[in-house]
């Protein structure tokens, strides 16, 4: 995506910072439940999670453990020992007035995913830390809600590899595809348990069409939906074409969208940075987990869409969409493959036609199709449907031929026109139900046989 | 009644099941004690006078938090702080059939060596109320000397058992860093923070220390091997090599440098043999000790905004205020690795340092302070007097080894002057052995007793 | 293997450093915190000249050494 600015062209570099709350069933450092959506305000709390005095953090193996699924299923590389930090920063919804996060060791590093186009995109980071309270405001109070307090949070971190934002949603979406694939999270944009900050600038395409990364990057936060991402940066790319174009530099800083306005507006310069203070976590030692244990959670990843798509694709010769469709439901994919194996088994005929109209039953199923004998079932009926309407197409035709014999002989004398008449005729009979062409078809083979 | 003055934690337990005294009678013994004498002490912050129950009593330094009893840390910004849960180190005293005698004072957050930080006014040494008793578990170590409980449990991060045990006279252990949880502690410096017994005799903290030893799953940094038999194996033991190291010795207090000399025959008398050794300068352990402590201190404290509980963040004192800002400071962008990061570093150098010398000798003989106890306000001369005056007590702190101090007999002031046994990780047994072998031979030289008698 | 890193002349700015801790100082505390804070930083910069024995990298601060029984896992 380019934009051209007096006279010069300008590309979008745009990246991604993901966070996923995982589905376990406690906090990341304390046994409440993790499951705070909807509950009472400050009734999924503890006194480790409040921060209470002299309270300490214990790990939760199973959020450990889903995070280092999360970086395998995106080609990352594994840190097999590695440990917290902490992050300060004073905020009433911030209890230790620090967050237990990973800053020099995360679990994983430099992975990627590839697009359905090939294109890979770069992930720099996946890591495990805590997410914070609510802030609710209310009559001009602010009130604070710990419930979320602690829950466990994966933060994902893309390379600004995209340059437009079709492959962003389509990243996105697959994202989400794979965390709910893989059950580590529901990954639901509208309950909060995965949320986007895009981050963006324009770079000046150089002589040789490649660009240097600028100087600056602007964070857009408060996106709820894919959409509204889609929105933001749409907003934003404006924003900084007027400003270059007025001869200013956007400069780097934290954004937050306003979605009844659909503009963004600037929350925290970063030269003005918070100092974090990092440093590892002292109140929990290093972990390391064996490689056999690592194993054993790397086999644990099903088929990712994109590799099932896109072997779809290959082995079956489906359609770049039906193969995107088919593998967005779980079951579908599965449902796909065990049908055709089944007739790959029984040694009917599986041609290329068939193939694509058990993709398309599939697709289109509104009656859930429980198993393969289900789809087998449908395809049987719509064959026999087709013989049927075959055969009912034949007679229909043969009937309209005999009944217009004129319209025959103007046909055979060079008339075109006359067919499309005889096809009026026979949809007319058929009250519409067989498409015209196969009409059209069948009377002229009718005719010629007839010669 | 029996007279009970001076009798250690297990000398009371044997009469209770003797039937010569009752849980009562002794419970009521120290309270009057307590209203008789803590007024010119000052070492109880709260006492928990209401009591009814078959338990014995102890006293438990004020940053332990127990459930339903207000814990202050001796901070106004916990001025009015009950938590409604234990610290791990309670639950266990209260499993083993002891109840909370009261919570005692210490410095405010455990920032010092004095216990003139407290918001709750000083604790005087009961040797001689115009001096300190040290800190942070001042009111601890008095109330152990002057017999205002039968035992404590104070806290050290470095030096803060030690110390004051050794400024008042009564023996202070401090284990193995994650030997006893810290679940329920509040929070000091998190790589060195360890809870400890204070008490009259070797026995009681041999007790205490298997009392409360354990891995806590509630506390990521307990040690996983299970705790020895202390109490049980206390007259056991070999004869070991004792390290020495000289320069620890050099420009020390006179009397302090003759009770060693004196103690070290006592050593010799019952078999054990010296051996001169050379450790990392402990002005090396001064730095490191500062720099990791106060950036562990800042980030501890940070938790504390007067939302959830307490009172806000101008109720600090300025010695708080002080170490949070160096504590800010060395984490800082800029000043991080140069500080830090180069703290850490030297902390690997001086853990290596002890593992080197562990290999030639079993346990290590050292000072514990460079004097007796200071008189008070003397301390306000120094921008860091807590860290300056712990320089023996740091190093083993920094390394996570374990260690004991015990009176070695007076100074012409007739303040106690001490030592200290500092053993490898997890041989919390054989510093106890040896422990006990001196207390056999001397009896501390009576120092504990007199301390007690002091305050009849 | 010596390993020294020179610090350059530390300047301490008390007004930037309460407002990293969240703190408010009077000005006389302020005066007086300055004054302890560089007594405090002239001490420990004692560090910087330790010769080291060991390459200690970053990470061995954490890993294996920094507690009683080292390693652990879940």
Redesign the interface.
Known sequence: MEVSINGKKYRLVLGFEIHLELSTKSKMFCRCSAEWFGKEPNTTVCPICLGFPGTLPYPNKKAIEYTYKIAYALNCNINSEFYFDRKHYFYPDLPKGYQITQWNKPIGFSGSLELISGKKIKITRVHLEEDTGKLIHKQGKTLVDYNRAGVPLVEIVTEPDFDNLDDGKEFLENLQLIFRRIKVSTADMEKGSMRLEPNMSLAEVKPDGNIDLPDYKVELKNINSFRYAKKAVEYEIERQTKLIKNGKRPIQETRGYNEDKGITVSQRKKEEALDYRYFPEPDIPPIKFDKKELKKIKKTLPELPIQQARRFIKEYFLSKDQAIILTKKENFGKLFEETIKELQQRNKGLNQETIKQIANLIINSRTSLKNKNDVLKMLDDTQKKVNFDKNKISATVKQVLSENQQAVADYKNGKESAIMFLVGQSMRKLKGQAPAEKIKELLISEINKAQ | MTDILGLGLLELKKLIEEKKISYKEVFDYFIARIKKHNPKLNAYITVCDKQNEDKLPIAVKD???TKGIR?T?ASKV?DN?V???N?EVIDRLLANNFSILGKTNMDAWAHGSSTETSDYGPTKNPWNLDHIPGGSSGGSGAVVSAYLAPAAIGSETAGSIRQPAGWCGVIGFKP????IS??????MA??FDCPGPMTLNVQDAAYLLGVLSGQD?????T???PPELYFEKLAEGKKLVIGIPEEYFDNIQKETAQNFEKSKQVFNKLGFKFKKIKLISP??A???Y??IQR??V??N?????G????NT??R?G?EA??R???G??V???G???????????????I??DFARVFSEVDLILAPVVPSTALKLGEFEKY??FGELIDKFNEPAAIA?LPAVSFPTGFDNKKLPTSLQLIGN??DELRLLQTLYKFQQETNYFDVIKLGVEKWK | MADRKKVKKIIIDANYLAQLSNLKLSANEKSRLEQDLNNTLDFVKNIQQFEFNQTNTVDSLVQNKMFADGKKTL
């Open positions: 940053n332990f938090c814990t840390a916990l702080f938590p409604n849960y610290a193995t860093y994650g030997r810290r679940f329920g502690l509040i929070a998190s790589s799953k509630k506390d990521a940094t040690v996983e091997k002005e090396y001064i730095s490191v500062t720099i950036a562990e800042a980030s404290l940070s938790r504390f905004d939302i959830r509980f307490g963040r101008d600090f300025f205020k002080k949070i800002m160096l800010n400071f984490l800082s962008a000043y991080y690795s140069a500080f830090y990061q180069q703290a850490q570093k030297l902390r690997q150098e853990k290596a921008p860091f996570g990780y997890l």
